[in-house]
């Protein structure tokens, strides 16, 4: 086996032992392979293997990724901080968008003609530099998803901060995901956990995790 068919299956292994030990099926959780800096072969290579989703965080890259790869048939999900006059372009070929985070950007996703799967990003540090919306905003926010024609809200995504374990970050997002579920009852998605505490983020109720190094190895300088 190549060292990524190598990564690739343990990390399967270690979400399905997590699922187990969250007492989950694990065909309802879904596994994102973030690919950003990584070269398409790579990708590609990822596509034999069985991976189906693939994650990017800077448009021009996704987009040109996106194209060159258009045969294999991937989903791509765009995770990262997304300016509102790149909305368009990245719903040409995102599947799922995980970074809304303010209302103007769901002004700029705005159609009439297309649907677009999308979370509503919470940010659960104290810094508003990071992504997503503070948890005060986030209901005026999920109402303002739901009255936007062209976006289907799956759900809740977050980062875990730095300097806090992460387990009681993600029973937070869990908590907010709640109060999101008040708003939108079918919205129960919650997309969170990365290499290092995606088995948290499973007993958390993770049903999409963004996993990037642990499966890609480190990324090129
Ligand atoms: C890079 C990235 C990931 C994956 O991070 P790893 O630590 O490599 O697993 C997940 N989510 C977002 C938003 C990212 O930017």
């Given at each position: 086996m190549s060292d990524l068919a190598t990564r690739l299956a343990s990390v399967r292994v270690g979400i399905a032992d997590a699922a187990a030990e969250a007492g989950?099926?694990?065909?309802g959780i879904t596994t994102i392979v973030v690919?950003?800096?990584?070269p398409v072969s790579l990708i590609a290579q990822l596509a034999e293997l069985g991976v189906t989703d693939v994650g990017e965080n800077r448009h021009q890259e996704a987009q040109a990724k996106a194209a060159e790869l258009a045969h294999l048939g991937l989903r791509w999900h765009f995770v990262g901080q997304l300016q509102s006059k790149k909305a368009r372009q990245v719903r040409a070929y995102?599947?799922?968008?995980?970074s809304v985070d303010r209302v103007g950007l769901v002004d700029a996703l705005r159609s009439e003609e297309a649907s677009v799967d999308c979370f509503v990003q919470v940010n659960l540090?104290?810094?508003?530099?990071?992504?997503g919306a503070q948890p005060e905003h986030l209901e005026p926010l999920v109402e303002h998803v739901l009255d936007t024609p062209g976006l289907r809200l799956l759900g809740l995504m977050a980062v875990a901060p730095l300097g806090e374990p992460p387990r009681a970050a993600f029973a937070r997002a869990r908590t907010l995901s709640e109060r999101v579920q008040r708003l939108a009852?079918?919205?129960?998605a919650l997309s969170m956990g990365m290499s290092h505490d995606y088995r948290e983020a499973i007993l958390e109720g993770a049903t999409h995790l963004r996993i990037g190094t642990a499966i890609t190895g480190n990324r090129p300088a």
């Open positions: 989950r099926d694990p065909a690919t950003k800096f990584q995102a599947s799922v968008i995980h540090t104290d810094d508003p530099g990071r992504g009852p079918g919205a129960g």
